[in-house]
């Protein structure tokens, strides 16, 4: 691939209903190398220019167990809470606790659309960032469900996969509220991504 002066580039988000989203990614084996930076440039680029709060490599038809997300603001999640920008290499996940909780999430590659999505409420993830070290976390709320959402797309599963209730799924612009949702904080877990 043709690179002017190690620019970042903006790479296109595959969508539902290409095979390359329901493969399993295999391991990064070796850290810091210049293709693994460029990957992850490439990634926040696109998360960035997409004004996503996550990616995860197999959207750009990288199979890869590589992850990123993270925002301080966005204006479209104005009631999250803010969430470090995270490098997330070879993740593992833990439940901490039984608990559920059932949240809307969107996808840069279900563009248009969101859904209902049961996602553990609290859970412990490690992993590796670019130069291999590991670290880990415990987390909750919307921080623990985009790891649960970028995850998911390492091992080929798409949010729609996980909706129970197939009436909480559709256009966000069409799409009622849910009981209990209120208007107030309908447009602070629009998008998962
Ligand atoms: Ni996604």
Not at 23 to 50: G, I, K, Y
Not at 72 to 96: H, Q
Request: with cysteine; proline share 7%.
């Amino acid at each position: 691939m043709l690179r002017r002066y190690n620019a970042a580039m903006i790479r296109e988000v595959l969508r539902m209903g290409d095979p390359r989203l329901l493969a399993s990614a295999r391991p990064v084996r070796d850290f810091a190398t210049p293709e693994l930076l460029a990957l992850l440039a490439d990634m926040r680029e696109t998360m960035t220019h997409l004004d996503g709060a996550g990616l995860a490599a197999p959207q750009i038809g990288v199979a890869l167990r590589v992850v990123i997300f993270g925002f301080e603001a966005s204006p479209r999640y104005p009631e999250a809470a803010p969430v470090p920008y995270t490098v997330l290499i070879n993740p593992e996940l833990e439940a901490l606790s039984e608990e559920e909780e059932e949240g809307w999430e969107a996808c840069l590659s279900v563009p248009g659309l969101r859904g209902m999505v049961p996602r553990w409420k609290r859970l412990r993830y490690r992993g590796c960032d670019a130069q291999g070290r590991t670290f880990e976390r415990a987390v909750e709320g919307f921080h623990a469900r985009v790891v649960q959402h970028e995850c998911d797309h390492l091992d080929g599963i798409l949010y729609p996969m996980r909706i129970r209730d197939m009436r909480l799924f559709g256009f966000q612009d069409i799409l009622p509220l849910a009981p209990g949702d209120s208007a107030a904080d309908r447009t602070d877990r629009d998008d998962n991504e």
